[in-house]
């Protein structure tokens, strides 16, 4: 659970108009994501699908988080 006070209403209400369709459980994520300006972590492959068909792919997978880990 995310603290209401760690996201502006403004990032809250963009993040659930990108979930509210794909998947209303992952907002606070996404909103967090948008709120602090980093990629979203997630290797949920609807969302991360839903979120790049509505123009959002600021998202890193498990797999790419992975593959930095072990290029270095």
């Given at each position: ?48 699908q ?23």
């Amino acid at each position: 659970m995310i603290p209401g006070l760690a996201v502006s209403q403004e990032s809250y209400g963009k993040a659930l108009v990108l979930c509210n369709d794909i998947d209303p459980k992952d907002t606070a994520y996404v909103a967090l994501s948008i709120e602090l300006d980093i990629p979203l972590w997630s290797n949920d492959k609807k969302l991360i699908q839903g979120l790049i068909n509505k123009g959002y792919k600021k998202i890193v997978t498990t797999e790419e988080i992975f593959d930095i880990t072990i290029l270095k």
